[in-house]
């Protein structure tokens, strides 16, 4: 089947410290890996993606790296900032034309200044 | 430019009673998606449309659940007999396309309370 494993939270960090969530998943066939971003208050946005193995995925300083050998897409930032703080999604499709995302349960992260 | 808009934002409901649920898609997108998300959780799949075709409904968790998009852009998820294992926030999303990688836009959601 499908599914999504997410690190626990909640992740507590200052702010200009280094950031890894990591991911890793189960899939049947070759899925696109996302990872959304649900700021407080507001709705799920995409924050990067990679639709196929070895591609990097990156915005807002954020990366993650799509690693079929591991089955990982690992989360991480060089510094964050106390804006950061959110629930971070990871989440895959099935690799084919039906579109539905498989999420895994969130983490909770918070910055401190 | 508006994204995917839903409402009410906030529903407060009876246990038994039925509810409607909206969501208005980005414009031209051909794929609606409806979510459930518990607290703590991630979303679980609902449902989705291609246009107006509900194409998979298997995660609809009973026939309480009803979901319809008839001139494939506003849709609506309707819960009827309402029970308080229905409380969540429900999501709508919308992509472009039906493709494989294709970036999924959320609504805020309707955040359900059965009482």
């Known amino acids: 089947g499908n599914s999504v494993t997410q690190m626990e939270g909640p992740v507590t960090l200052s702010e200009e410290a280094f950031l890894t969530i990591n991911c890793t998943y189960t899939?049947?066939?070759?899925?696109?890996l996302f990872w959304y971003v649900q700021y407080p208050g507001e709705g799920l946005q995409l924050l990067l993606k990679a639709t196929k193995a070895d591609d990097k995925g990156s915005n807002k300083g954020f990366e993650a790296t799509y690693r079929k050998e591991t089955t990982s897409f690992h989360l991480e930032k060089g510094s964050v900032q106390v804006s950061d703080s959110a629930v971070y999604f990871c989440a895959l499709d099935r690799g084919s034309t039906l579109g539905r995302l498989y999420f895994g349960r969130g983490t909770q992260l918070t910055v401190w200044p | 430019g508006a994204g995917v808009s839903q409402s009410p934002r906030y529903k407060v409901a009876k246990r038994g009673q039925d509810v409607a649920l909206r969501c208005d898609p980005i414009?031209?997108?051909?794929?609606l998606f409806w979510y459930q998300q518990a607290l703590g959780q991630g979303p679980e799949f609902l449902t989705y449309?291609?246009?107006?075709?509900?194409?998979?409904k298997s995660g609809l968790p009973s026939d309480r659940f009803f979901a319809e998009r008839p001139e494939g852009s506003v849709s609506t998820l309707k819960i009827q007999r309402t029970q308080q294992e229905d409380s969540a926030v429900y999501l709508c999303?919308?992509?472009?396309?039906?493709?494989?990688?294709?970036?999924?836009?959320f609504g805020p959601g309707t955040r359900l309370l059965v009482l």
């Open positions: 999303a919308s992509s472009l396309a039906e493709l494989a990688g294709e970036t999924q836009y």
């Open positions: 449309f291609q246009n107006e075709a509900q194409l998979d």
């Open positions: 414009s031209g997108h051909v794929s």
């Open positions: 899939a049947t066939g070759y899925p696109s």
